[in-house]
């Protein structure tokens, strides 16, 4: 009887995820929130690192079904590529460990297993005893790099 679960996804908290992004050329940073998440809460900056982050919704606002390109969409932006890891953030961490897994499962599907990893905390993070996001931790809060898009 088989064990293998399909290809494994590890999580980062997000300083650990901007100081691997900082060293290493070949990761990418996939934000996989809503087109609105990012106009209107924005979208981390890792332009110092010469990069930007990929922007592919996972699902889609206002039913928040997944979307059916989202696979074709990713990997259309990486463009033939097969980053050394790839880091996945959404608005908490959920979504975006959904997207982890459905990447890691095409890549290992076409014989090129990547690293993918889920960000912690995602770019708002958890809600806080007053049920707000952005102050408790996620990639805003604790300080990393973002802009308005």
């Known amino acids: 009887m088989s064990t293998d679960v399909g290809p494994r996804v590890s999580e980062v908290a997000p300083q650990e995820a901007w100081e691997k992004l900082s060293t290493s050329s070949n990761a990418v940073l996939v934000d996989v929130r809503t087109r609105a998440e990012w106009g209107y809460v924005g979208v981390p900056d890792i332009s110092e690192f010469g990069q930007e982050a990929i922007?592919?919704?996972?699902?889609?606002?206002?039913?928040?079904?997944?979307?059916?390109?989202?696979?074709?969409?990713?990997?259309?932006?990486?463009?033939?590529?097969?980053?050394?890891?790839i880091f996945f953030l959404c608005r908490s961490g959920a979504r975006s460990m959904k997207a982890a897994h459905a990447v890691a499962e095409a890549f290992a599907a076409k014989g090129k297993p990547v690293c993918?990893?889920?960000?912690?905390?995602?770019?708002?993070?958890?809600?806080?005893?007053?049920?707000?996001?952005?102050g408790l931790n996620?990639?805003?809060?604790?300080?990393?790099?973002?802009?308005?898009?």
């Open 55 to 85: 922007l592919v919704e996972w699902a889609s606002f206002p039913d928040m079904s997944v979307n059916p390109l989202f696979l074709d969409q990713l990997m259309e932006e990486l463009d033939g590529a097969v980053p050394s890891e």
């Open 116 to 134: 993918c990893i889920n960000v912690a905390e995602g770019f708002e993070g958890d809600l806080d005893p007053q049920k707000h996001r952005g």
């Open 138 to 149: 996620g990639w805003k809060a604790r300080g990393l790099p973002w802009r308005q898009s």
